[in-house]
Each structure stands twice: as C-alpha cells, then as structure tokens.
Nanobody, 123 residues
Framework: QVQLVESGGGLVQAGGSLRLSCAAS????????MGWFRQAPGKEREFVATVSWTGVDTYYADFVKGRFTISRDNPKNTVYLQMNSLKPEDTAVYYCAAGGVGLGLYETLYDYWGQGTQVIVSS
C-alpha cells in the first residue's frame, strides 16, 4: 500500500512558479512509476507528467513541455512537479499517482492516488 499526500498548491500570478510535492508513505514507493494529473473545473482529469521508478525517464503532456519538470527523490519518498511560466489555463486540482514501473500516461495504469492540491493562476 502507498498513501500519497500532495502539497505546494496555491494562488500565483501568470508567469509565476510553483513547486508541488507529493509525499508517499510505504516502503515500496521506489518500485512505482509516478505521475501528475490535473482536473480543471468542468473538465475531465488529464495527464500532465510521469517519471519512471528510477527517475531517469520522464514524459510530459505537450501543453507543459518546456515549462514543467517532474522529478523524484526516492530516499525521501517524494515526487515533485516544478511548474514555471504558469498560465491561467493551468488552473486545476493537481493529483499525484503511483503505479507500474514504466512511464504511465493513462489513469488506468495507476493504483494509488492522492487527494489533490489546488493551483490557481490569475491573469
């Protein structure tokens, strides 16, 4: 079992930055690939970024490439999402998820989910 708790969300102006953290409990954290997803009001949840269990491989949704960076610190049981050059359309609840070992672009590949953290980007 893995429990996930996100933090770091908040209100930021367009062009600003935030770093989201996802702290995991459970000794098996390092075995799982990790992902970030987001859900904007009135929209379906969508994929943002994923990192393999080793931390070597990453993959991003087109709309965040060059602006967001996913990383993980396995000894600290934590995955991060550094978000730069934020836009109002990045406003959403951001969720981290754990599952599988390789890169995961689809929700069905993940077994564990956090409760989400709200990000609001003002124009």
């Amino acid at each position: 079992q893995v429990q996930l708790v996100e933090s770091g969300g908040g209100l930021v102006q367009a062009g600003g930055s935030l770093r989201l953290s996802c702290a995991a409990s459970g000794r098996t954290f390092s075995r799982y690939a990790m992902g970030w997803f987001r859900q904007a009001p009135g929209k379906e949840r969508e994929f943002v970024a994923t990192v393999s269990w080793t931390g070597v491989d990453t993959y991003y949704a087109d709309f965040v490439k060059g602006r967001f960076t996913i990383s993980r610190d396995n000894p600290k049981n934590t995955v991060y999402l550094q978000m730069n050059s934020l836009k109002p359309e990045d406003t959403a609840v951001y969720y981290c998820a754990a599952g599988g070992v390789g890169l995961g672009l689809y929700e069905t590949l993940y077994d564990y989910w956090g409760q989400g953290t709200q990000v609001i980007v003002s124009s």
